[in-house]
């Protein structure tokens, strides 16, 4: 019997993996925690907690993802996003376990022409997507084995806040938007990445670190995402088109940050939904989809 602990239970993709795995019938032993139970920057509590509950595989949903906050709070992003990831990579080095961390489509600095692999270098631009990228590097530096990192762009959930969610408030409350259309990506709908996870996880066998991409399928702006969430929940809120200097803040954002994943579709036989078919669902958990 697997035992499994999920960090950051309390966030999108935590809470969309505790739903999938309480509607599984062989379910495993999975310790779902958040930031009150389970203090990932302290490294003595983890590992007690892996030793008291025989923990054979780690999954990460943990993150400092205040991206913009973090600009002027980079201890606090560096203590989560790296040093309790190296934290969990030596533990799981040490105990001879698994590890499943997600990351982001942040660590590129957004300037590529076609959707990045696992082998494009990295070139983060703000203090998330460094504090992110040292995570990586801190994995592969202590290398456990059975171990991927996951890099995944745009999530929204029913669950938290996202720009799903915001899109809907704000379609309500007013008569026009202005969303970018300049930053060019693909969502990432929590509770698909979640069911990948859960498929995947007993399929990792690997000596070294592995680096996968994973976010729907599609390429879309955020102005086109927005039209099409008013157009699904049927509101008449006009959505327009704006650059990205108009909406400043203090992090930069990537203007380009597909992801391309052949690579997790190959190795793990994975099929990875549209980003309408996705919305659709997700709009239609929330009651939204008219």
């Not at 590992?47 to 606090?76: G, L, P, Q, R, W």
């Not at 990445?193 to 996880?201: G, P, R, T, V």
Request: proline share 4%; aromatic share 8%; glycine share 6%.
């Amino acid at each position: 019997m697997a035992n499994i602990l999920v960090t950051g239970a309390d966030g999108q993709l935590g809470r969309e993996l505790k739903e999938l795995v309480a509607a599984r019938r062989d379910r495993e032993n999975i310790f779902f925690t958040d930031r009150k139970r389970l203090d990932i920057s302290d490294k003595a509590a983890v590992k007690s907690f892996c030793s008291e509950n025989h923990i054979n595989t780690i999954i990460n949903c943990a993150a400092y993802t205040a991206v913009d906050k973090a600009e002027e709070d980079a201890e606090s992003a560096d203590l989560i996003n790296h040093i309790a990831v190296r934290n969990m990579a030596e533990i799981a080095k040490e105990r001879g376990i698994g590890l499943v961390h997600i990351s982001t489509d942040y660590v590129f600095d957004g300037k590529h022409y076609k959707p990045y692999t696992e082998e494009d270098r990295p070139s983060p631009t703000g203090v998330y997507g460094k504090t992110k990228l040292a995570g990586e590097e801190a994995i592969l530096e202590v290398s456990p084995e059975n171990s991927i990192i996951i890099r995944t762009s745009w999530v929204y959930s029913s669950y938290g806040n996202n720009f799903v969610k915001t899109m809907l408030r704000l379609g309500k409350e007013r008569e026009k938007l202005g969303v970018i259309f300049d930053q060019i990506g693909t969502p990432t709908y929590a509770a698909d990445l979640a069911a990948a996870i859960l498929e995947i996880l007993p399929k990792i066998d690997n000596s070294k670190p592995e680096i996968y991409h994973y976010s729907n399928e599609g390429a879309i702006s955020w102005y086109d995402f927005a039209k099409e969430i008013m157009k699904m929940a049927k509101l008449s809120c006009q959505i327009d088109p704006i650059e990205t200097w108009q909406y400043p803040t203090p992090a930069k954002r990537p203007h380009y940050s597909l992801l391309n994943k052949a690579k997790i579709k190959k190795d793990f036989d994975l099929s990875i939904p549209y980003w309408k078919d996705s919305l659709s669902h997700c709009l239609t958990k929330l009651g939204e989809r008219k």
